[in-house]
Antibody
Framework: QVQLVQSGAEVRKPGASVKISCKAS????????IHWVRQAPGQRLEWMGW????????RYSQSFQGRVTFTRDRSASTAYMELNSLRSEDTAVYYC?????????????????WGQGTLVAVSS | QSALTQPPSASGSPGQSVTLSCTGT?????????VSWYQQHPGKAPKLMIF???KRPSGVPDRFSGSKSGNTASLTVSGLQAEDEADYYC??????????FGGGTKLTVL
């Protein structure tokens, strides 16, 4: 069965960086896209962007451009999200999610499987 | 992009139907057939309920249906059950490789 298993909770001070992993299993990793979505406490979901698992093309939401980096290790079926210059407003649960492509190779924007979420707490 | 607009709360009694709305603009909801709905129980990851306006993933009960008219998308839950009580989020492709979510609706089963 398809599973996305994320790394554990992290605590960081303002200005620091955090890197979260997302290990995929139960499907062909390279055939799909990994999107990242976050949710601050009691707040709405917020899309951060995506990375294609095959060739590591990326697209970042303007809200995070310049502060976030997505990478992947195909041999380990694992995707990573690194967020820099953390501030208190970045305290949230971060999810990796699986997306797919159209028959023409265009990224689709819905997510059929989700990781369990990783809490990142930013506090001085 | 601005968030899509969802009413903060909705409710219904068991067995009833309830419709949740999601209002955007011609640049997102109205411009693309790429609206999705997610159900989220407290402390859990969201679950895909509807994609591409009105398609249900395998395993989602047919009590859940989606539609769209103009800049407003809707999720209808028929035959409400206690386990349907959750937060529901809509999302839409917003052009230029961007996605926007709604603020979420808390559905209460009375």
């Amino acid at each position: 069965q398809v599973q996305l298993v994320q790394s554990g909770a992290e605590v960081r001070k303002p200005g620091a960086s955090v890197k979260i992993s997302c290990k995929a299993s139960g499907y062909t990793f390279s055939s799909y896209v990994i999107h990242w979505v976050r949710q601050a406490p009691g707040q709405r979901l917020e899309w951060m962007g995506w990375i294609t698992a095959d060739n590591a093309n990326t697209r970042y939401s303007q809200s995070f451009q310049g502060r976030v980096t997505f990478t992947r290790d195909r041999s380990a079926s694992t995707a990573y999200m690194e967020l820099n210059s953390l501030r208190s407003e970045d305290t949230a649960v971060y999810y990796c999610t699986r997306g797919s492509f159209t028959t023409f190779g265009v990224v689709k924007y819905y997510f059929d499987f989700w990781g369990q979420g990783t809490l990142v707490a930013v506090s001085s | 992009q601005s968030a899509l607009t969802q009413p903060p709360s909705a409710s219904g009694s068991p067995g009833q139907s309830v419709t949740l709305s999601c209002t955007g603009t011609s640049s997102d909801v109205g411009g693309y057939n790429s609206v999705s709905w997610y159900q989220q129980h407290p402390g859990k990851a969201p679950k895909l309920m509807i994609f591409e306006v009105n398609k249900r993933p395998s395993g989602v009960p047919d009590r859940f249906s989606g539609s769209k008219s103009g800049n407003t998308a809707s999720l209808t839950v028929s035959g409400l059950q206690a386990e349907d009580e959750a937060d529901y989020y809509c999302s839409s492709y917003a052009g230029d490789k961007n996605l926007v979510f709604g603020g979420g609706t808390k559905l209460t089963v009375l």
